[in-house]
């Protein structure tokens, strides 16, 4: 037997007991036909695709999966040469530290200053835009990944997110 407790908005908690085996993991996105896609912490090869799933989440990752990512094609030459930005959504919580890293290499978005700032609060409901700058090779399986602080939030390719036909090569 397995016990999941889960915690209502009013601060009651609800156990769930179950005979199914619990496979911890994070939810890495969420796609645009609402398909949650979720990497275990650990392999179980007697997990199978198409099995019935009963997801518990945590409240980072619930925020997680709210957040999108979409790759605009715009080219500016302030504050450096860029053809490509990412679009950072945020949903009805704010994000604290927001940071966005392609293939591991921060990217920068300007503040209402006009200084240049490789992290910024996302508000709530709002959006940021990060540059990629020309220096960056950007390919379909370029890595982007979105972090509130140190802690990863989201992770995808380029080439997985909706808004990839804009990119020529």
């Known amino acids: 037997m397995t016990e999941v407790v889960e915690t209502e908005p009013d601060g009651t908690k609800k156990v769930i007991v179950t005979d199914a085996k619990v496979i911890r993991g994070t939810v890495e996105r969420v796609t645009g036909a609402g ?3 979720v990497y275990p912490t650990i392999h179980d090869p007697d997990v199978k695709k198409g099995e ?9 990752t619930v925020q997680g999966a709210t957040y999108t990512l979409e790759l605009l094609q715009e080219h ?3 504050p450096y040469e860029s053809d490509y930005a990412v679009i950072v959504r945020g949903p009805s919580a704010p994000m604290e530290t927001c940071r966005v890293y392609v293939d591991g290499t921060p990217l920068s978005t300007v503040d209402s200053t006009g200084a240049t700032r490789t992290e910024l609060p996302l ?16 390919t379909r399986g370029s890595w982007i990944e979105l972090r509130d602080g140190d802690a990863v939030v989201l992770r995808e390719t380029v080439g997985s997110l909706p808004s990839a036909a804009v990119l020529t090569s």
């Open 35 to 37: 398909n949650v896609v």
């Open 52 to 60: 019935e799933a009963l997801i518990v989440t945590d409240k980072a």
């Open 76 to 78: 500016v030459a302030v």
């Open 123 to 138: 508000p709530v409901d709002g959006w940021l835009t990060f540059r990629v700058p020309d220096s960056l090779r950007l």
